[in-house]
């Protein structure tokens, strides 16, 4: 100082503080109508949105869904396929199958109808919805590497991975977003359907659960979480589906099947000559576009109401687009649980919305394996309970025989606060390397603990039972490792665990008066 005066000098009392990275920001990879920010392209781009009216606005709105329907000569009990059902209608059985496989939307809607809030989009589809309907596996696996330069993102999903041509396709894309997540991030989580997830597990000649386990690897299981079986759910309306879902060659066949039910049926002759007037315009409606609308309508309702074969065929086309994978909603109870609760509460015992039934009835004794097989690889059941509806009954990752990693939420708390914590020490880098750092640092790291243990993510009477941080000459570092600028940091922390199995002893004591 070479001025007389006064001079201020301020210095700061407090240490750095830790902020909380977000929890619940899933990254969804799929098949979209259209891809556009403007005039931007957002394809294979990761996109936030917040909700379903976002996604809308940049990638379009539902599918129109096609379907085929014919008069059914496969053999009765035939195995169940994917999109395809058989159908008995008075004495004659009908194939109803659907000729897309986009489903991308729907799962949206399912994930925001569970809790979701804002994630991130991957749309991998150039041309939007074509003709064949087709999912690829280059296509998914393309999306998977857009996300390497996103650091939000805390779970990924790949929900239309299910629906590819073979089960060895959809493996490939599991295993590459576990690798994904475990190997190359290792700051989110994968949730996995089962291929065929729809099916019995002890159905003839299939073995959905046993396939997945085989083929998701051995590598990185901490990571992943699987569910099973899918869900019938409420997610498409009944009047989103009409005529116009019967595809374009197959409309002239399935207006002759109503057409041969009519003139079959019991009905007057007035009657039948109405009712075929209907039909034969069916598809061919003239005049504005209000006009059509109002006339395909009518012609829809009457049709419901007075064809079985016409109302049985909508039905069972409303119930193929309605049975999902749940992962997409999983992915929003994941969210739901973390604003709601915290996110190291299990995302467990919650209930389901749009959910009318699991396609598979699971007892507890059929869970046994799920929960608890030889080989860990533990695949969460969906199960329903009289009075209470349709819950998530597990929490285990695939990592199951590992008692550091076998629960989703202790694995999802420790990457936030290892994340947490790793963004917060930026601040330290190029610091000096020396007593008064390592306090701060420990101050710091430790307050956060503590606001963390207050909030029951660590479990523990007191704070030192709950954590302790660990830095310093002779602690964590030697002086080679100060000479070559590392300094070292270890934390312990004692996270909770869920109760999974709750044992209450009775016994019977003698009469005391």
């Not at 996300?147 to 060895?168: G, I, R, S």
């Not at 604003?339 to 749009?354: G, L, R, Y």
Request: aromatic share 10%; glycine share 8%; hydrophobic share 40%.
């Amino acid at each position: 100082m070479k001025t007389p005066g006064v001079y201020i000098v301020e210095k700061n009392a407090f240490p750095n503080s830790v902020v909380e990275v977000a929890t619940a920001v899933p990254a969804f990879i799929g098949y979209t109508k259209s891809a556009k920010d403007g005039n931007k392209s957002l394809i294979n781009k990761p996109w936030k949105i917040s909700s379903l009216a976002e996604f809308e606005q940049y990638y379009g709105g539902a599918p129109a869904p096609k379907f085929t329907v014919a008069e059914d000569t496969a053999e009765e009990g035939s195995e169940a396929v994917l999109g395809a059902s058989s159908l008995l209608i008075g004495d004659k059985r009908y194939a109803v199958t659907r000729n897309d496989e986009y489903n991308f939307y729907y799962q949206m809607r399912f994930f925001f109808a569970n809790g979701g809030g804002p994630c991130y989009i991957v749309a991998v589809n150039k041309d939007g919805y074509t003709a064949e309907g087709k999912i690829k596996k280059d296509d998914l696996m393309g999306g998977v590497g857009t996300l390497l330069k996103e650091q939000e993102p805390t779970m990924v999903l790949v929900p239309e991975a299910v629906y590819l041509d073979t089960a060895q396709d959809c493996f490939d894309v599991q295993v590459a977003v576990l690798q994904h997540c475990g190997r190359d991030m290792r700051n989110r989580v994968a949730i996995f359907d089962v291929y065929d997830g729809f099916k019995e597990r002890d159905a003839e000649g299939n073995s959905n659960v046993t396939n997945f386990r085989e083929q998701i690897g051995t590598e990185f299981l901490d990571f992943g979480s699987a569910y099973y079986p899918w869900l019938n759910t409420s997610v498409v309306q009944a009047n989103e589906i009409t005529f116009m879902n019967i595809a374009e060659d197959n409309r002239d066949g399935f207006k002759a099947l109503l057409t041969a039910e009519n003139d079959a049926s019991d009905k007057t002759d007035k009657a039948k000559a109405e009712l075929a007037e209907y039909i034969t315009k069916l598809g061919n409606e003239t005049g504005t576009d209000q006009e059509i609308f109002v006339a395909r309508d009518v012609a829809h309702k009457i049709l419901m109401r007075q064809s079985k074969v016409y109302s049985e065929i909508m039905r069972e086309m409303l119930l193929t687009l309605n049975m999902l994978p749940p992962a997409s909603a999983m992915a929003g109870i994941y969210t739901l649980v973390d604003h709601t609760k915290e996110v190291w509460k299990a995302p467990a015992n919650i209930s389901m919305a749009n959910v009318i039934s699991p396609t598979v009835s699971i007892t507890h004794a059929d869970q046994e394996n799920l929960n608890v097989p030889l080989d860990g690889k533990a695949v969460n059941a969906i199960r329903y309970f009289v009075g209470e509806g349709v819950k998530v009954w597990g929490a285990r990752t695939l990592d199951g025989n590992s008692l550091d990693w076998r629960y989703i939420n202790v694995r999802r708390t420790m990457i936030m606060l290892e994340e947490s914590i790793k963004n917060s020490a930026k601040a330290f880098v190029f610091e000096p390397n020396v007593a008064n750092t390592w306090v701060s640092m420990r101050s710091m790291i430790s307050n956060f603990l503590n606001g963390i243990w207050k909030r029951g993510g660590l479990a523990g009477a007191i704070p030192e039972d709950a954590f302790s941080v660990h830095v310093g000459l002779g602690d964590t570092m030697t002086s080679e490792d100060i000479l070559e600028g590392i300094l070292r940091i270890t934390v312990l922390v004692a996270i909770s665990r869920p109760a999974e199995f709750i044992e209450i002893t009775f016994q019977q004591q003698m009469q005391k008066s």
